[in-house]
């Protein structure tokens, strides 16, 4: 695994040099006191919209377990997105808090909570798949690209389309996913079970995986909360998409918001799959890169992600911590 990190670490230096040798920070700066205050603070207003987006989708996704207070939800979606952003990886540690915060609150299994709440995230992905899959057609088809990331781009989008071809192949298959089964069933893997001493702990481990399926299973195939998931989730989306094109328009600069869909879409399918709390380091340096690569100007293009940063961080860093203290103070 140390090559890996490795790899990781020369990524970052590299887009980091990419930007320093690239940059014009007199022309950045200038750009800065150029911005214009009333699109500025539509971009601050529509990232601040997105958070109510998730947390009314969360009210229709809980509402056949339990009954949740909007402005807890509201507290919950910016706590979840605190710890998404201080945690590396694929932005998983506020789901977690997020079911069993519900669990706590509202007496209910925490396994439960926590089969709705992984629900609400794959279809909350399937939604920005289709956006990651529109990028990659757009890319190759309308923007000149060098030959390496052409053919990095054509192999994830036959990878995208591998995987969409097994998933149906696999759910059609009706088995149930219960661990301890397994282990009891399975000599040659017994030896593995943890629990194979503690019969009440595997019992309530059982039961708890039971839970999960169940309240999975329970909300995804509502047709009603798929289609509310799916609608609020592209309305999620296209709020987060506004945040940098307002930021284009506060600069004077008329974009395609195509591109802006391209781009953003890209960065954070990308952000999840390195390892720095919040894609610190990787996302900024990309999003300049990919934007840059779609023709906008490299310093209009810094200037666009340092302000889309900043309003991420002030709302995810502060307003989630400030949420995720109130949250707990509750709750104890």
Known sequence: MKWIRFAFIIIVLGLLAYILTSADLKEAYNALNQVDGFYFFLAFVSYLASFFIFALRNLYFFDWLLKPGYLFLLESVFAGFFLNTIT???????????????????KKPISKTLGVVFADKIIHILVLFFFIIFSILYLITFIPLPDEFLLVLQALLFIIFLVFAIIPMLSMRKTELDIVYLFQKSRWLSWLNPFKNNPKLQKAIGKGIKDFTKAFNETIKDKKIFILGIVFS????????????????SLGIRIN????????????FAAAFFPTPGGIGFIEGFMVFLYSLVGVSFTAALVVTLLTRVIFYFYSIVIGGIALIHIESSLK
């Not at 079911?99 to 509202?106: D, H, N, S, V």
């Not at 918001?257 to 954070?268: A, C, K, Y």
Request: charged share 5%.
């Open 234 to 249: 592209l309305i999620y989306w296209f709020l987060n998409y506004l945040v940098s094109y307002f930021l284009f328009l």
């Open 88 to 106: 590396p990886g694929a932005q998983i540690g506020g789901d977690p808090a997020k079911a069993y915060a519900f669990g706590i609150k509202y």
């Open 257 to 268: 918001f195509l591109l802006v869909i391209v781009v953003f879409s890209l960065v954070n």
